[in-house]
T-cell receptor, first 112, second 114 residues
Framework: DQQVKQNSPSLSVQEGRISILNCDYT??????FLWYKKYPAEGPTFLIS?????DKNEDGRFTVFLNKSAKHLSLHIVPSQPGDSAVYFC???????????FGTGTRLTIIP | NAGVMQNPRHLVRRRGQEARLRCSPM?????VYWYRQLPEEGLKFMVY????????ESGMPKERFSAEFPKEGPSILRIQQVVRGDSAAYFC????????????FGQGTRLTVV
């Protein structure tokens, strides 16, 4: 019963180009969606979030898009940099039920 | 301003032993969450605690696992009689009340059961 899905286990992108990471969900009751970045042997680091009432949130090189009708969100990183190489987790949260539900992650590799 | 501190970073236990994982939340944070990441999988919620209270333990296995967050001291995740399948990375996160959409994670404890 995977409520948050990241169907691409890995992605390789040339430095300077745009990285697009995708995430699908099945539970329409989620209120917030979050992206976390994780380096090996470290904990996840919060990147950016979006409320379910919005369709876009931008923070520097990172933009998250939410398509509620398709139950789909994506993280855009532009321009991609070598330090962006990490595993990216999509997560969702229902207010009042404070646990995060994570996807299985996408390993992003930026090619110099 | 230390972040979320977890110790030990690595823990090796023989089958049947007990494992104790500790988590000190960020200063001012009163909410603690434990997650487990099995190899090649995402993080799975285990338990959500506030000081002296378990709020949601719906992700905790019914047996052998327990968690506490006492009034003083760190949160403890305790696994009794460990088995090979308990080998995983265990992450703790903390947040301030009302700001749970930006929980901060510790570096994790990697438990290996041999």
């Amino acid at each position: 019963d995977q409520q948050v899905k990241q169907n691409s286990p890995s992605l390789s992108v040339q430095e300077g180009r745009i990285s697009i990471l995708n995430c699908d969900y099945t539970n329409s009751m989620f209120d917030y969606f979050l992206w976390y970045k994780k380096y090996p042997a470290e904990g996840p680091t919060f990147l950016i979030s979006i409320s379910s009432i919005k369709d876009k949130n931008e923070d520097g090189r990172f933009t998250v898009f939410l398509n509620k009708s398709a139950k789909h969100l994506s993280l855009h990183i532009v321009p991609s940099q070598p330090g962006d190489s990490a595993v990216y987790f999509c997560a969702a949260l229902s207010l009042g039920n404070e646990k995060l539900t994570f996807g299985t992650g996408t390993r992003l590799t930026i090619i110099p | 301003n230390a972040g979320v501190m977890q110790n030990p970073r690595h823990l090796v236990r023989r089958r049947g032993q007990e494992a104790r994982l500790r988590c000190s939340p960020m200063k001012g944070h009163s909410h603690v969450y434990w997650y487990r990441q099995l190899p090649e999988e995402g993080l799975k919620f285990m338990v959500y605690l506030q000081k002296e209270n378990i709020i949601d333990e719906s992700g905790m296995p019914k047996e052998r696992f327990s968690a506490e967050f006492p009034k003083e001291g760190p949160s403890i995740l305790r696994i009794q009689q460990v088995v090979r399948g308990d080998s995983a990375a265990y992450f703790c996160a903390s947040s301030m009340q009302g700001r749970d959409t930006e929980a901060f994670f510790g570096q994790g404890t990697r438990l290996t059961v041999v």
